[in-house]
């Protein structure tokens, strides 16, 4: 079982920054995967970006050139830096990690950050 901390979320004016925070404690061996997903309302959840232990990522198109997604293995955290912030960012940000790509199969969540984009 792994237990994920999320941190960094707020409400910021359009164009601006957020960075996100999440500390990952447990069974940290299986999260060859980590990443961020969002939630907004009325809709259903969506990957954000993602990034394997080796470094690897994998960013949804309409963040891609905004968002950077990084991973410090020693400290078990990964962090989602968000410029250039949009409206249509609002969401609940949530943690993921897992051994694979499928958060679906083995993966676990933390409990959502949430971050308004304000015009």
């Known amino acids: 079982q792994v237990q994920l901390v999320e941190s960094g979320g707020g409400l910021v004016q359009a164009g601006g920054s957020l960075r996100l925070a999440c500390a990952a404690s447990g069974s940290i061996g299986s999260m060859y995967v980590m990443g961020w997903y969002r939630q907004a309302p009325g809709k259903q959840r969506e990957l954000v970006a993602v990034i394997t232990r080796f470094g690897n990522t994998n960013y949804a198109d309409s963040v891609k050139g905004r968002f950077t997604i990084s991973r410090d293995n020693a400290k078990n955290t990964v962090y989602l830096q968000m410029n250039t912030l949009k409206p249509e960012d609002t969401a609940v940000y949530y943690c993921?990690?897992?051994?694979?790509?499928?958060?679906?199969?083995?993966?676990?969540w933390g409990q959502g950050t949430q971050v308004t984009v304000s015009l």
């Open positions: 993921a990690a897992g051994p694979n790509y499928n958060m679906a199969i083995g993966g676990s």
